[in-house]
């Protein structure tokens, strides 16, 4: 079975400080990752996504991603948050034997403080 | 990037009405579709998988019959939710995904409908 992991729920950051959002995933076969960014009532944004080569993935505004298969992570990270980073970030992976299953780990919420 | 849209973006309706979400990749032919559900501060889960002009395919637990499934052309996918009930109340999301395939991962999203069953 697969799984996808995000260790912390809530992520309180101070602006322009550096960020660190985990993910671990759980998988029998090689897993295709993803990173999105969902703000209120609004659907998913891709931030950046791991399919193969280069383990340092670059996405969107300003967030980067390392893809370590000895460790099964795939952390979210950014050297300087905004006010404006502020939402709900999801990692996903995708099983690269089966395309129609997806899954999400439980969403981490950042919130910037002043 | 390309574009999804939903439609409605929230409806309220009364309990044992049926409610029809549409779902429209605007820029690109989606030979596959998504449909997520979720639930306040949690994560989505997925609900099914729709093909263009074939069945979905429902995940475990996601009751066929209730929630109905249409992906009649390449632009355009439906989910209805028949005789809606109170607990059905949620943010439903579609992703559309081009013949790229899985390159393309689930695709991209929806900005999600808001269902409240009153």
């Known amino acids: 079975a697969q799984s996808v992991t995000q260790l912390d729920s809530q992520v309180p950051v101070f602006e322009e400080a550096p960020v660190e959002l985990r993910c671990n995933y759980s998988s029998s076969v090689s897993v295709y990752l993803f990173w999105y960014v969902q703000y209120p009532n609004q659907g998913l944004q891709l931030l950046l996504k791991?399919?193969?080569?280069?383990?340092l993935v670059k996405g969107i505004n300003g967030f980067e991603a390392e893809f370590n298969k000895s460790q099964t992570s795939f952390h979210l990270r950014k050297p300087s948050v905004h006010i404006s980073d502020t939402a709900e970030y999801f990692c996903?992976?995708?099983?690269?034997?089966?395309?129609?299953?997806?899954?999400f780990g439980k969403g981490t919420r950042l919130h910037i403080l002043p | 990037g390309a574009v999804v849209s939903q439609h409605p973006s929230w409806v309220i309706c009364k309990s044992g009405t049926s409610v029809k979400i549409e779902c429209r990749s605007l820029d690109f032919q989606a030979t596959t579709m998504f449909w997520y559900r979720q639930f306040p501060k949690q994560s989505l889960m997925l609900m099914a998988t729709?093909?263009?002009?074939?069945?979905?395919?429902?995940e475990q637990g996601v009751e066929k019959d209730k929630f109905l499934i249409n992906h009649a052309s390449l632009t355009l996918s439906t989910l209805t939710v028949t005789s809606a009930h109170p607990e059905d109340s949620s943010f439903y999301i579609c992703?559309?995904?081009?013949?790229?395939?899985?390159?393309?991962?689930?695709?991209?999203f929806g900005p999600g409908t808001r269902l409240t069953v009153l």
């Open positions: 791991y399919l193969s080569g280069s383990t």
């Open positions: 996903a992976g995708v099983p690269m034997n089966r395309d129609d299953k997806i899954i």
């Open positions: 729709s093909n263009e002009g074939s069945k979905a395919t429902y």
């Open positions: 992703s559309a995904r081009d013949a790229r395939g899985l390159a393309g991962g689930p695709g991209f």
